[in-house]
């Protein structure tokens, strides 16, 4: 692994499933986040952690859930997928939380729910 | 409330000079970054400015004045690799990134 890696790539869901999107970084990076992009909207914070064991609220975390039982991993559940949960949803990673720390981007995961 | 303005579109020719603009309104300030998004791809960090001014980075220089609210992105001697989106966020006073919906940029020969 070389970076920051997302799994699937895309999913077509049926409403009402579950569903986990996962994320893992080898960068040992403290901070990971996760947002949704949809088209005409600029990228929304769903959930972040700032360090393995803690997590927070982004601005749209209605749906969503996630943990961070290690440093590498952040997995992003939806519990019972909606219509309008269809986006693509990217997972970062910073050095920290703090200023100046650029986030480094996963390539994006492609959801539709049907 | 938080917002950041900045134009849905912008066409430019290759080898040009472009100027992408920024306004923003949020809740406390922790510098301004852009990146570059290429269509179907992640963001790509580009610059982070936190103090008023100009930085220069090889073709890319960002500048900000924070009494205005305010932010650039200039590109210079454009190619037609650089068509993409670029994308202007704050980092509000929670540590959290405000984004733009961000320009798409098209290069033209």
């Known amino acids: 692994i070389a970076g920051i890696t997302q799994a699937p790539t895309s999913q077509i869901l049926a409403a009402g499933r579950r569903m986990t999107l996962r994320c893992t970084q080898d960068m040992r990076h403290n901070a990971m986040y996760w947002y949704r992009q949809d088209l005409g909207l600029g990228l929304r914070l769903i959930h972040y952690s700032n360090t393995a064991g803690t997590t927070g609220k982004g601005e749209v975390p209605d749906g969503y859930s996630v943990s961070r039982a290690n440093t590498d991993d952040f997995p992003l559940t939806l519990a019972s997928a909606v219509p309008s949960q269809t986006s693509v949803y990217f997972c970062a990673s910073s050095f920290s939380g703090t200023p100046g720390n650029e986030q480094f981007f996963g390539p994006g995961t492609r959801l539709t729910v049907l | 409330g938080q917002n950041i303005d900045q134009p849905t579109e912008m066409t430019a020719t290759e080898g040009a000079i472009v100027q992408i603009n920024c306004t923003y309104q949020?809740?406390?300030?922790?510098?301004l970054f852009w990146y570059q998004q290429h269509a179907g791809e992640a963001p790509t960090f580009l610059s982070y400015n936190v103090l008023d001014g100009l930085e220069e980075k090889g073709r890319f220089s960002s500048f900000l004045s924070r009494s205005k609210g305010y932010s650039y992105l200039l590109l210079k001697e454009l190619q037609m690799k650089d068509s993409a989106s670029y994308l202007c966020a704050t980092m509000d006073s929670n540590y959290q990134l405000i984004w733009g919906a961000g320009t798409k940029l098209i290069i033209k020969p």
């Open positions: 949020t809740s406390g300030f922790n510098g």
